[in-house]
């Protein structure tokens, strides 16, 4: 498949593609892939659909998860990981990026960038990620009015409402806001930063019939649960915001340490995709393929 082809592209929006995951069996599994290769590699080991997490774009682009990011920056995201996987894609949108219109706005550029779902998260800006201390939140007639926006905006795109209030104001504060953002349109909700399993169940029981997402990231407030136990919590679908960009910087530290240390790094060799491997992840040869006049590429023999 190479997104060239026309008949290689899905036939279907994004936004059903997703929605059609959501209602089948078991619980939907979306790795967080930070850009187009990390899509690739989740694709080819079988998962459905993918996650862009917004802590993952900004450590990316060195830059903390404080809500500096633009619609524009996150739009370049969304375009290549969609191009590169042809997966449905669930979007961190963070607050909004402002207010009803600015709701709106994010919305339409999102979706015409390619993304399937967009979850809104109730926190004031700055905002802080959702494991951090001391988040202050937007009062919940005013989260539900953007809710309410991004559903008007959205063709096909399923809208996900955040809550972080279950640090600040509790389980039941938490439910009483996730009530009100499924009134005002919301397809899914988000309760973020639980912090065990008990939690989780008295979430779910409390909003039956509701799609849940459940938050596994890593050193963060929720104890690692496997994405069958989520299921059985309740929850539809499970996210590993983060964990794709935090084992890529880690071997980079080390292969940038060994470099600096041996001025080689013939000794992270067996640490690196090989040329081979790279190339049948991006499907060089059949881009290749689309134009007689490339010559076949033959990879040199490894030194």
């Known amino acids: 498949m190479t997104y060239l082809t026309g008949a290689d592209l899905p036939d279907q929006a994004a936004g059903l593609r997703f929605r059609r995951l959501l209602q089948g069996d078991g619980i939907l599994q979306l790795p967080g892939a930070h850009n187009g290769q990390a899509a690739l590699q989740a694709r080819d080991a079988g998962f459905d659909a993918l996650y862009l997490s917004g802590a993952a774009m900004t450590a990316s682009m060195g830059l903390p ?10 739009a370049f995201f ?22 009803t219109l600015n709701v709106m706005n994010m919305v339409r550029a999102f979706e015409d960038a390619g993304a399937a779902a967009v979850h809104i998260e109730d926190q004031v800006l700055p905002k802080k990620c959702g ?17 309410q926006a991004a559903s008007r905006a959205a063709r096909h795109m399923v809208v996900v409402a955040r809550t972080d209030a279950a640090a600040t104001e509790g389980l039941e504060g938490a439910v009483a806001r996730a009530r009100l953002y499924r ?3 919301a397809d899914a909700i988000f309760p973020e930063a639980m912090t065990d399993e008990a939690m989780f169940r008295a979430f779910a029981q ?5 799609p849940l997402l459940a938050n596994m990231t890593e050193f963060g407030r929720t104890p690692f649960f496997t994405a069958s136990q989520f299921q ?3 929850y539809r679908m499970v996210i590993w915001p983060v964990s794709s960009l935090r084992v890529a910087n880690r071997a ?10 041996d001025g080689s790094t013939q000794r992270m060799l067996p640490r690196m995709q090989t040329r081979e491997e790279l190339y049948r992840t991006l499907r ?5 393929a689309l134009d007689g006049s490339i010559v076949r590429t033959v990879l040199p023999h490894a030194v």
């Open 183 to 185: 009134e005002a349109g």
């Open 252 to 261: 980079q530290a080390e292969l940038y340490a060994a470099l600096r240390q």
């Open 284 to 288: 060089y040869h059949e881009y290749e």
């Open 206 to 210: 409390r909003l039956p019939d509701v």
């Open 65 to 74: 998860d404080l809500g500096i990011i633009t619609i524009d920056e996150v």
């Open 232 to 234: 059985a919590m309740g």
């Open 78 to 99: 969304i375009r290549q990981i969609v191009r590169a996987s042809g997966l449905p894609l669930l979007v961190d949108g963070d607050t909004g990026y402002g207010e």
């Open 131 to 147: 494991h951090l201390n001391d988040k202050k939140l937007v009062p919940p007639q005013e989260m539900a009015l953007k809710i």
